[in-house]
């Protein structure tokens, strides 16, 4: 399945890598763009959060950008980069002197393994696993920068090795160990969550920061309590808990810097650019590229417009919060003209997506209908990670789409403007939920971060949806068969989406996921594989100025 991804994507890829070493700046900005966030993903984790990350991404960037014309395949361009960072990562750790870091900089440092909680809003065994990776050493986190990234969908085993330096042989046998460690890890998150008396006495003088003679204390303790190593729940393997996980996004405000420093125009176009290129490097930018853009002093900013006033809060409502909301009747549909003996009416359109209860979480999904697949292309490549008001991602063709919710009401609470489909030509489909949970069930034990449900709670305050809108489940899959564009509209409520080129056998496998194997519930299959399937709410085939005011009803 990831060979195939991987195949998939490099198409996409080969054209615009190959404009880009032609000189073609549009080609840069989105090239930037488009890879920036893995390998801020593989710096971040590896070096889990310190501030030398975006010193190391920098320098990753720079170097991609720079040697770019003497990249042969365009296919090999992700192993190509992704050994970069890597050089990179390891460069500075042989640099680096351990006890130079002082108390300043590592509060000033930020904690990937947090980011990665809160940003994913991950929970249960997912919250983790990511929390796991404060325990490793630094080899173990640069191999766990690959693995989490190879599990995740994002790199294949042969791309691992190569950016490990190892054979594929021996890559099988440090990630065995890896796994062992992470499990390891994973038990010391467990059990300072809990409520071992012996173990305060034991942590009563740790200082929080996680380091391998704490390591070595707690899983001593782990290994000699019952209340410790009892796991009260089956413990899925991390590799499951890591499938299909989005990658954690950008920081708003992160700064890129792509100039060529003291590199003259007659340097840098010995490997492959032209001074052209380097002269737009140096120019304010006139393109925005997934919420960034190269501006002035070739400096690639992550930026977020400003938002409107947000709306008052109101008081948390049904469709905030873990009790569902009463089913409302749809509305009638439109009537129709009587069919002719020789044309069946076209009935595409014509039903209205209602508010629904949340089932039984223990109710396993019905089957879902297999529609054709064609193939679909994403003008945000097989990937679309939308953050910001006014970012939009336009799908085409014939097949699944997976699009992730991400609310962060400790960003900022709220109503949350829902996201709109626009300029629809062909037909789309509503066709099943999943991610183990909608986003308003209850979250742990009711307490992490101050969230209670994901959709918020009162430490931090709800996201609030209009009147009338379905409560969204983390994943929502949708059928596209044509084409149609997803815009962003926030305002108010923080939210962000991540857009995914799915397929059948996906989507089934998601939605099957259940309590027994980790999730709060499973998913729904809401496909009946005819015209009279769900159509989204929020759906237009006109293009208005304002995406924002499309209409709720999905009628077409």
Same mark, same amino acid.
């Given at each position: 399945m990831t060979q195939e991804r991987t195949i998939v994507e490099g198409r996409q890829w080969r054209s615009t890598i190959a404009a880009a070493q032609a000189g073609d700046r549009q080609a840069l900005d989105e090239l930037v763009a488009g890879w920036l966030p893995l390998v801020y993903n593989i710096v971040g984790r590896a070096l889990n959060g310190h501030a030398d990350v975006d010193d190391v991404v920098q320098e990753t960037m720079l170097r991609a950008v720079d040697n770019l014309g003497s990249l042969r395949d365009p296919d090999s361009f992700r192993s190509w980069l992704v050994a970069i960072a890597m050089r990179q990562i390891r460069d500075r750790a042989r640099r680096k002197q351990p006890d130079?870091?002082?108390? *300043?900089?590592? =509060?000033?440092a930020t904690d990937f393994a947090e980011l990665t909680v809160l940003r994913l809003q991950l929970?249960?065994? &997912?919250? #983790?696993?990511?929390? !796991?990776? &404060? $325990?490793?050493?630094?080899?173990? &986190?640069?191999? +766990?920068? +690959? $693995?989490? %990234? #190879?599990?995740?969908?994002? %790199?294949?085993?042969? #791309?691992?090795?190569?950016?490990?330096?190892? *054979?594929?042989? =021996? !890559?099988a046998v440090r990630v065995q160990r890896l796994k062992e460690r992470v499990e390891n890890a994973r038990g010391i998150v467990r059990a300072l969550d809990g409520a071992c008396p012996e173990l305060r006495e034991v942590t009563a003088r740790w200082n929080g920061r996680p380091d391998s003679v704490w390591r070595k204390r707690l899983a001593r303790h782990i290994r000699g309590c019952g209340y410790c190593g009892d796991a009260r729940q089956a413990v899925v393997p991390a590799e499951r808990l890591l499938v299909g996980i989005a990658l954690v996004p950008l920081p708003v405000g992160f700064t890129l810097s792509l100039a060529f420093g003291g590199k003259t125009a007659v340097a840098a176009t010995s490997v492959g650019w032209s001074a052209k290129v380097l002269g737009a490097l140096t120019k304010p930018a006139v393109a925005m590229t997934a919420g960034a853009s190269i501006v002035a002093g070739g400096a690639y900013v992550v930026t977020q417009p400003p938002a409107d006033p947000p709306p008052r809060a109101a008081a948390p409502t049904a469709a905030s919060t873990a009790r569902p909301p009463a089913p409302s009747a749809p509305a009638s549909p439109t !009537?129709? @003209?009587? @069919?002719? @003996?020789?044309?069946? @009416?076209? %009935?595409?359109?014509?039903?209205?997506?209602?508010?629904?209860? !949340?089932p039984d979480p223990n109710t396993r999904p019905a089957a879902l209908p297999r529609r054709p697949e064609s193939g679909i292309t994403s003008t945000g490549g097989a990937r679309a990670v939308m953050q910001h008001r006014g970012e939009s991602v336009t799908l085409s063709g014939q097949g699944y789409v997976l699009v992730r919710w991400q609310i962060a009401p400790h960003d900022r609470p709220g109503g949350l403007t829902m996201p709109t489909w626009t300029g629809l030509k062909g037909k789309l489909f509503h066709v099943a939920s999943g991610g183990g949970r909608r986003m308003d069930d209850v979250i742990g034990n009711g307490s992490d971060r101050g969230y209670v449900t994901g959709m918020g709670g009162p430490d931090i305050g709800y996201t609030d949806l209009p009147d009338g809108t379905q409560q969204m489940w983390q994943n929502e899959f949708f059928y596209v068969d044509g084409t149609v564009t997803l815009n962003v509209n926030e305002r108010g409520a923080s939210y962000g989406l991540t857009v995914f080129l799915s397929s059948w056998d996906s989507v089934t496998e998601d939605i099957r996921k259940g309590p027994d194997q980790g999730a709060i519930r499973y998913g729904l299959v809401r496909d009946n594989g005819k015209d009279t399937a769900p159509v989204p709410q929020y759906v237009t085939r006109a293009t208005p100025a304002d995406p924002a005011t499309v209409a709720q009803r999905s009628r077409l």
């Open positions: 130079r870091l002082d108390e *300043s900089a590592a =509060h000033e929970e249960g065994q &997912r919250r #983790e696993v990511a929390e !796991a990776v &404060r $325990w490793l050493d630094d080899e173990d &986190r640069q191999l +766990l920068s +690959l $693995w989490w %990234l #190879e599990v995740a969908g994002e %790199l294949t085993r042969r #791309e691992l090795a190569s950016a490990a330096g190892i *054979s594929r042989q =021996h !890559a !009537a129709s @003209p009587s @069919p002719s @003996p020789t044309r069946q @009416p076209d %009935l595409y359109g014509t039903v209205v997506d209602a508010v629904d209860q !949340a």
